[in-house]
């Protein structure tokens, strides 16, 4: 059973410009959802892809939008990027519906630095 | 406005003795409750949950204490290990389905051999 994982581990852009980050599920797996992890902070949601409708959202702009593909891989699309959307963008997946433990699986992050 | 809050962002604890992990929340429909642990370079490993209809949750080492009257949650790791330093965030979800959700800015913990 392969876990969670995302590309690329780090990612350098510039102000203004726009950044695509991909994340592959835990097998079996058919919920996807992405955070920010802002240095010194908890994660804050972004939103959540449940059989690739979003179905959840937290306080982040039109600008980050994503998508989620037949295989439950996801993409995190950011534009117009900001100084303060240096972060590290965590990707989730868990089975919604399923009999197992109600939990989400992380991967290792990417890191983007935007100057 | 922080929902989830952890006030210590740290704490030092002798390997063999008990860590206690503290987090408060002000949201009242927050159904379910987790804790997770990060080492530097991973992302978030899940530890232990508790449903708002429980108070205690107990796995191995681990126990997670929900006090719903008073908004506040709590992680005891007993004995501690060198191998437990890490930080730990506490996280809650509106739905029993342990997604979409608010954590806490994390405790980092140091377990002293």
């Known amino acids: 059973e392969t876990g969670v994982t995302q590309s690329p581990t780090h990612l350098i852009k510039t102000r203004g410009q726009q950044v695509t980050l991909r994340c592959s599920s835990q097998?079996?797996?058919?919920?996807v959802s992405w955070y920010q992890q802002a240095l010194g902070q908890g994660p804050q949601f972004i939103f959540q892809y449940y059989r690739e409708e979003e179905n959840g959202r937290g306080n982040f702009p039109p600008r980050f939008s994503g998508l989620q593909f037949p295989n439950y891989s996801s993409e995190l699309n950011v534009n117009a990027l900001e100084l303060d959307d240096s972060a590290l963008y965590l990707c989730a997946s868990s089975l919604q519906g399923g009999r197992g433990r109600k939990t989400q699986y992380f991967g290792p992050g990417t890191r983007l630095l935007v100057l | 406005d922080q929902q989830v809050k952890q006030n210590s962002p740290s704490l030092s604890v002798q390997e063999g003795r008990i860590s206690i992990l503290n987090c408060d929340y002000t949201n009242s429909m927050f159904d379910y409750f987790l804790w997770y642990k990060k080492y530097p370079a991973e992302g978030p490993t899940f530890l232990i949950s508790i449903s708002s209809i429980k108070d205690k949750n107990e796995d191995g080492r681990f126990t997670v204490f929900l006090n719903k009257s008073a908004k506040h949650l709590s992680l005891h790791i007993v004995p501690s290990q060198p191998g437990d330093s890490a930080v730990y965030f506490c996280?809650?979800?509106?739905?029993?389905?342990?997604?979409?959700?608010?954590f806490g800015g994390g405790t980092r913990l140091m377990v002293k051999p």
């Open positions: 996280a809650a979800s509106l739905n029993n389905a342990g997604n979409m959700l608010t």
């Open positions: 097998s079996g797996h058919n919920t």
